[in-house]
Structure formats: C-alpha cells, structure tokens
C-alpha cells in the first residue's frame, strides 16, 4: 500500500505563488499531479517518475516545477505566477506501473487533496 498526505495550497492573488507537498509512505514508480477545478474533468497537471523524468501539461508550462526530494519520500510543485483558472482541488497521486500516464484511472493511490484558489 502507498499512503499520500499532502500539504501547502490555500489562496493567493493571481501573479503569486504556492508550495503544495506531498509524502508518500511505500513503494512508488511514478507520482505526480492533477487537479480539479468545480464541474470539470479531473486533470493531470505534472508528473515525476523514478528515472528523473518529468512531464507537464501545456498550460502550466514555464509556471509550475515538480521536483522530489533526495531520498523520494515527498513530492513538490511549485506554482509560479499564478492565474485565476489554476483554481482547482490538488491532488497528489501515484501509481507502480513503471511509467507516468496523464490517466487518472491508472493512478491508485491518491492524497486527501489540497484547495488552492487564485483570485484576479
């Protein structure tokens, strides 16, 4: 089993920035990112895999860093200048496939989600 328990988000005026973490107890090959604003789809925002590699959605690119820390055990996204419609419920994920799919069924484990609301 893999538990997340995520922390950061809360509110901020569009152009700021947020820290979210996340530390993962278990085994993971893949973790990452998603949100999910009210009424849409639950999305993935950037994902980080065993090997180093990383992958973000095109509208957070340049703004947001995913990263790890030295011994895997918790997770960071950095979200820089931030915009209204980065307002969603955050959620860490992670999964023990080997790869790191933007598909929110191919994720298992999932955090307790974290608010995070940019206002203009």
């Known amino acids: 089993q893999v538990q997340l328990v995520e922390s950061g988000g809360g509110s901020v005026q569009a152009g700021g920035a947020l820290r979210l973490s996340c530390a993962a107890s278990?085994?993971?090959?893949?973790w990452g990112w998603f949100r999910q604003a009210p009424g849409k789809k639950r999305e993935g925002v950037a994902t980080?895999?065993?090997?180093?590699?990383?992958r973000y959605a095109d509208s957070v690119k340049g703004r947001f860093t995913i990263s790890q820390n030295n011994d895997k055990s918790t997770l960071y996204l950095q979200m820089d200048n931030l915009k209204p419609e980065d307002t969603a419920m955050y959620y860490c994920?992670?999964?023990?496939?080997?790869?790191?799919?933007?598909?929110?069924?191919?994720?298992?484990?999932w955090g307790q989600g974290n608010q995070v609301t940019v206002s203009s």
């Open positions: 980080f895999d065993m090997s180093g590699s990383t």
């Open positions: 994920a992670a999964n023990r496939l080997g790869y790191c799919p933007f598909r929110v069924d191919l994720f298992p484990y």
């Open positions: 278990g085994y993971t090959s893949c």
